[in-house]
């Protein structure tokens, strides 16, 4: 079955600084990988996802490369900010069973 | 429009004691997904409706865990009985439609947190 692989497990940057998010995944059948965003409590939301016929995507401050060939994606945020401290969460689906299959998770702390 | 509802938010029970928890979709979302989110992890997939059927129940632990989504709308998840290693946050989650191929959003409940003592 599918498994994803999420680093770093925590990471911390300083107000206005980028952050990177990796994640790779086993089955070279998924085709859809969303990014959802948990705040402490709360439930997670997705916050950006991109299919398997896209490399890139963007959506303001938020951006999600995909490389199929290597298996793996990444979540870009530019000019964090404190409100964009809380876990996030990769995800990959495989185009038949439409089961979500998550990384363990990355700790995210905006120092301002 | 309401987003998933779940209850109860939070309980706390001995091992061995039943607990069921609830769930109420979004108004129109034919898809629901039970997922257990231990400490520190990425939530998991327990069972995935379809309406009414239960069309991925492989990752339930069906000696104790049992779910139900009668008439296709709202849905229980029953653990009886409950073992230390329950102890979790268990998420509901719906979308327009999960048959494949699909990309619809899940959107999550805010989860409920048990502890077995």
């Known amino acids: 079955g599918e498994n994803v692989e999420q680093h770093p497990s925590t990471l911390s940057v300083q107000e206005g600084d980028s952050a990177v998010i990796k994640c790779t995944y086993s089955?070279?059948?998924?085709?859809?990988f969303p990014w959802y965003k948990q705040e402490l409590g709360k439930r997670p939301q997705l916050i950006i996802d991109?299919?398997?016929?896209?490399g890139e995507k963007k959506d303001q401050r938020i951006a999600v490369t995909l490389n199929k060939t290597a298996k793996h994606f990444s979540l870009h945020i530019t000019e964090t900010q404190p409100e964009d401290s809380a876990v996030y969460f990769c995800?990959?689906?495989?185009?038949?069973?439409?089961?979500?299959?998550f990384g363990a998770g990355t700790i995210l702390r905006v120092k301002s | 429009e309401a987003g998933v509802v779940q209850s109860p938010r939070y309980k706390i029970i001995e091992k061995k004691q039943p607990v069921a928890f609830w769930c109420n979709p979004i108004?129109?979302?034919?898809?629901l997904y039970w997922y257990r989110q231990n400490l520190g992890q990425g939530p998991e997939l327990l069972i995935r409706?379809?309406?009414?059927?239960?069309?991925?129940d492989s990752q339930l632990p069906k000696d104790r865990f049992s779910a139900e989504r009668l008439k296709g709308v709202d849905s229980t998840l029953k653990i009886q009985p409950a073992e230390l290693g329950d102890s979790a946050v268990y998420l509901c989650?719906?979308?327009?439609?999960?048959?494949?191929?699909?990309?619809?959003?899940?959107?999550f409940g805010p989860g409920t947190r048990l502890t077995v003592l």
């Open positions: 409706y379809e309406n009414e059927e239960a069309v991925d």
């Open positions: 991109i299919r398997s016929n896209v």
């Open positions: 995800a990959a689906q495989m185009e038949y069973g439409n089961k979500l299959v």
């Open positions: 989650a719906s979308s327009l439609d999960g048959r494949p191929p699909s990309y619809n959003e899940q959107f």
């Open positions: 108004s129109g979302h034919n898809t």
């Open positions: 089955d070279s059948a998924s085709n859809y």
